[in-house]
């Protein structure tokens, strides 16, 4: 599949294929004659059922799970909004590779296939607070890239990132689609200091009095405000949804990165979860505004599909119940009664 427009994506997001409701009874019968009292395994149970509509299995497995991590640098890094420089993005994606960050550890632990794709990390996307960060055939560019690296195949998909600066433009994009200004969405990301942290506010309000012409196309705002890790991912979630395949999203980043197409149509997230929540400020408010309830709260801010990754053993370990529990006519086990 390849985008040659911002129509093209619109099409699309009209168009969508959905989860199967035959699997997802299925699996909801099959639920209610567990050996256990209805409902007993609260989200659990509701977690098999939603990878059985999605998955169109009555009983859903989870045999290959990917992780996609994007990688972009951010121009509007140079406004100082960072603890790090953006050097750091290259070095993660090589301890990435050699196996030495923590999501390797976890996707190690989770049965996952990792796959980290940076995107033009020489060539940072441009400073949105005086220009637009990309055009549109970049951003196209970025977002094919996403589109094509999940498996025809994939059980379960996996979506994190890593990129300097890339909280200022999540916030950015939250600012300019749910409104509030930095003041809103900018929070600490890496560990800005008070300082840091009045420029990277700064710095989102004059992106959206620079761009506020172009405010009420959520896809324009997708390019202008956005990052190629960010399009990257948003590329993903709609192959994801093409192939029907469940996706568990990661932190801040990546649930900002699909707000674009959620302002398009809010059932194109029908076939994503919150892997958790982050404790980047921001974060829990944009989830509930996508009506999205985050699996997992565990102060997490790291990004790279950390928090989402474990969320992984939260889906093996409801598949374990919905698979391997006997029914009560299996057990000989009375059932309840009227």
């Known amino acids: 599949m390849q985008f040659d427009s911002l129509d093209d994506i619109r099409a699309f997001c009209r168009d969508l294929p959905e989860g199967d409701d035959r699997?997802?009874?299925?699996?909801?019968?099959?639920?209610?004659?567990?050996?256990?009292p209805p409902g007993s395994l609260g989200r659990l149970e509701a977690l098999a059922i939603w990878l059985a509509?999605?998955?169109?299995?009555?009983?859903?497995?989870?045999?290959?799970?990917?992780?996609?991590?994007?990688?972009?640098?951010?121009?509007?890094?140079?406004?100082?909004?960072?603890?790090?420089?953006?050097?750091?993005?290259?070095?993660?994606?090589?301890?990435?590779?050699?196996?030495?960050?923590?999501?390797?550890?976890?996707?190690?632990?989770?049965?996952?296939?990792?796959?980290v794709v940076?995107?033009?990390?020489?060539?940072?996307?441009?400073?949105f607070s005086i220009a637009p960060a990309m055009d549109s055939d970049e951003f196209l560019a970025a977002l094919d890239i996403g589109y094509g690296t999940v498996p025809q195949d994939c059980d379960l998909l996996t979506i994190g990132e890593m990129g300097i600066a890339n909280t200022t433009t999540a916030a950015a994009l939250c600012a300019a689609l749910l409104g509030g200004?930095?003041?809103r969405w900018a929070g600490r990301g890496t560990g800005v200091d008070d300082s840091g942290?009045?420029?990277?506010?700064?710095?989102?309000?004059?992106?959206?009095?620079?761009?506020?012409?172009?405010?009420?196309?959520?896809?324009?705002?997708?390019?202008?405000?956005?990052g190629r890790e960010l399009a990257a991912l948003a590329g993903a979630v709609l192959?994801?949804?093409?192939?029907?395949?469940?996706?568990?999203?990661?932190?801040f980043v990546a649930t900002a990165a699909v707000l674009p197409l959620a302002r398009l149509t809010p059932a194109i997230l029908d076939h994503?979860?919150?892997?958790?929540?982050?404790?980047?400020?921001?974060?829990?408010?944009?989830?509930?505004?996508?009506?999205l309830a985050p699996l997992l709260d565990l102060d997490m801010r790291?990004?790279?599909?950390?928090?989402?990754?474990?969320?992984?053993?939260?889906?093996?370990?409801?598949?374990?119940?919905?698979?391997?529990?006997?029914?009560?006519?299996?057990?000989?086990?009375?059932?309840?009664?009227?």
């Not at 940076?118 to 400073?127: A, G, W």
């Not at 506010?201 to 956005?226: K, P």
């Not at 949804?241 to 999203?249: Q, Y």
């Not at 994503?272 to 009506?291: D, I, K, Q």
Request: glycine share 12%; net charge positive; aromatic share 4%.
């Open 53 to 115: 509509r999605w998955q169109q299995r009555a009983e859903p497995r989870l045999e290959r799970v990917t992780i996609a991590v994007f990688a972009g640098n951010h121009g509007i890094a140079e406004r100082g909004v960072s603890a790090y420089p953006q050097a750091v993005t290259k070095q993660m994606v090589a301890n990435f590779t050699a196996g030495g960050a923590a999501i390797n550890q976890i996707a190690r632990l989770a049965g996952a296939e990792l796959r």
């Open 272 to 291: 994503c979860h919150a892997g958790h929540v982050s404790a980047e400020s921001g974060h829990r408010e944009l989830l509930r505004e996508l009506g």
């Open 23 to 36: 699997f997802a009874d299925a699996a909801a019968r099959r639920q209610q004659n567990l050996t256990k």
């Open 197 to 226: 942290l009045t420029r990277k506010r700064a710095a989102i309000d004059a992106a959206l009095e620079l761009h506020r012409a172009i405010l009420g196309d959520a896809l324009a705002v997708a390019a202008a405000l956005g």
């Open 239 to 251: 192959a994801a949804r093409s192939r029907r395949i469940p996706v568990l999203l990661d932190g």
């Open 181 to 183: 200004g930095g003041a």
């Open 118 to 127: 940076p995107i033009e990390l020489d060539r940072p996307t441009r400073d």
């Open 302 to 338: 790291l990004g790279e599909a950390s928090g989402a990754a474990v969320a992984i053993l939260l889906l093996r370990a409801a598949l374990s119940c919905h698979g391997g529990m006997a029914t009560f006519a299996e057990a000989g086990v009375s059932g309840a009664g009227p």
